[in-house]
């Protein structure tokens, strides 16, 4: 990727997506299920380049797990 500044102005994901993670209108994604899925993003940087990105994303189950002892 070439150095300097840019503009991210398009993420392509599709409803298969939505069920793994969540992008908010900043670009900020959320874990919102186990899975994993894709994001392609479009960076135009300022000298009319585009860059295209593939994030792979995996989100694993969440678990909790608690251990208790009796106290005397």
């Known amino acids: 990727m070439a150095k300097g500044s840019g503009t991210v102005y398009l993420y392509y994901y599709n ?9 908010d ?9 186990a899975g994993t ?5 479009v960076i135009k940087l300022y000298h009319n380049e585009t860059v295209i990105i593939k994030t792979k994303i995996t989100v694993k189950k969440a678990s909790i797990s608690f251990t208790s002892s009796k106290s005397t």
């Open 15 to 23: 409803e298969e997506t939505k069920k793994v993670v969540k992008v």
């Open 37 to 41: 899925t894709a994001i392609i993003t």
């Open 25 to 33: 209108g900043n670009g900020r994604v959320t874990a919102a299920g």
